[in-house]
């Protein structure tokens, strides 16, 4: 398609089970981001990937969470032995990323509630 | 460290007149500022950004912002609001070494007829 993709829609767990977030970037894009949306809340930046380069882990709230970006495009976000305090909207961003200067692309989300 | 702030958490305004949606930030040497727009139940489209050259940048649905850099603010404006433009607005900062954008916690807009 053209735009990112994220799947799923909406995930509900049981509180200590593992989840994975899927993310399709739009071809092309180099860069790939997952962010973090509570309700009420700004954009909680959790992990960038850029080509072959180490990702950027420094926003990954627990060693709980880890992300792999498989053939430079398509993104895996697991959450390990959920939380309560883990449910949120998970946006998965793409960007042609010219020297810091591109704008991000998001897909629409992966509405997950912990029970 | 970067940081954003929107010190508004909503902002409204009547249809028709003009509109302010305030946004400050901090960084180390100089920033690259975005808005973003979150329409309800959507994921967030881009407006317009800030990279160098003139002050007032201008974006997509009429929307401008300018940067000042002695005020470290980069507001969002709009010289005559549409209903329609009602949603959730972020400001987003980059500096030049770190990749991931920081966003701020966004000022919902509500536009009334």
């Given at each position: 398609g053209a735009g990112v993709s994220q799947s799923p829609s909406n995930k509900v767990t049981e509180k200590g089970k593992d989840v994975e977030l899927r993310c399709d970037p739009i071809s092309g894009h180099t860069a790939l981001y997952w962010y973090r949306q509570s309700l009420g809340q700004g954009l909680e930046f959790l992990i960038y990937f850029q080509g072959n380069s180490a990702p950027d882990k420094s926003g990954l709230p627990s060693d709980r969470f880890s992300a792999e970006r498989t053939g430079g495009s398509v993104s895996t976000l697991t959450i390990q032995r959920t939380q309560q305090e883990d449910s949120a909207v998970y946006l998965c961003a793409s960007s042609v990323d010219r020297g810091n200067t591109g704008e991000l692309f998001f897909g629409e989300g992966s509405r997950l509630t912990v029970l | 460290a970067q940081s954003v702030a929107q010190p508004e958490d909503q902002v409204n305004v009547a249809e028709g007149n003009p509109l302010t949606v305030k946004c400050t930030y901090s960084v180390s040497g100089n920033p690259y500022l975005f808005w973003y727009v979150q329409y309800p139940n959507r994921g967030l489209q881009f407006l317009l950004k800030y990279i160098?050259?003139?002050?007032l940048v201008k974006g997509s649905y009429g929307f401008e912002a300018e940067f000042n850099k002695s005020q470290t603010s980069f507001h969002l404006k709009k010289p005559s609001a549409l209903v329609s433009d009602s949603a959730l607005y972020f400001c987003a900062v980059r500096d030049m070494g770190r990749r991931a954008l920081t966003f701020g916690s966004g000022t919902r807009l509500q536009v009334q007829p």
């Open positions: - | 160098t050259g003139d002050n």
